[in-house]
């Protein structure tokens, strides 16, 4: 008797590996630079420091971008002095915060917060990243009497106003010096805002 066996069967391996995805992130960055001059003109402090975009800050910047157009009007952006010690958090707005506003200074000759105005973007660079800027043209605020000043806030979106010490509107960004600078009535302080995203 003979016995037949056989075997076969076809085997195929297909792998497939892709990481198609594009990064999309971003990041944005802000930094005040400040600088403190006495009344005859000599500098005596400057500094620059970056800042906390608090949670509300964030939302009303998609909002403005992303949501559909007529939900947001720009108003301000002011910018003011903080005048104690304090640590920001995320969760900050303007009328949860810890900090006070400093009250002893003028801008162009009226007890008012600075009006931050934006420049047009620019953008640099494409590899790795992508880069783009704006600033606010410089805000120069005349001390009418002796303080401290620990640091800067700007606020803006609906109910912002330029008075001094409201609480209205939305708290965009807040920051404060490494140390506690000192002023004296006729010092002037110029802050200069500046955004950054990166890609």
């Not at 403190?36 to 403005?64: H, I, M, S, Y």
């Not at 910018?79 to 200074?105: H, P, R, V």
């Amino acid at each position: 008797m003979h016995k037949e066996q056989s075997g076969f069967g076809d085997n195929a391996v297909a792998t497939l590996q892709a990481n198609a995805s594009i990064p999309e992130g971003m990041g944005i960055e802000g930094y005040y630079q400040v600088e403190c001059r006495d009344a005859q003109g000599n500098l005596k402090w400057d500094e620059a420091f970056p800042n906390l975009v608090v949670a509300v800050g964030k939302q009303l910047l998609l909002d403005t971008l992303l949501r559909t157009s007529g939900t947001y009007t720009t108003v301000g952006p002011f910018l003011g002095l903080i005048n104690n010690s304090t640590t920001f958090a995320a969760a900050d707005t303007m009328s949860s915060k810890t900090w006070t506003e400093l009250t002893t200074y003028t801008v162009g000759g009226s007890g008012v917060r600075g009006t931050a105005v934006f420049g047009a973007a620019s953008s640099s660079g494409s590899t790795p990243s992508n880069v783009t800027t704006s600033t606010a043209t410089a805000i120069t605020y005349t001390m009418t009497g002796s303080a401290t000043v620990y640091g800067c806030f700007l606020v803006t979106g609906t109910g912002a106003v330029s008075t001094i010490s409201s609480t209205a509107g939305t708290l965009y960004s807040e920051g404060n010096f490494s140390t506690a600078k000192t002023v004296t009535s006729g010092d002037t302080v110029t802050v200069t805002y500046s955004t950054t995203a990166t890609s």
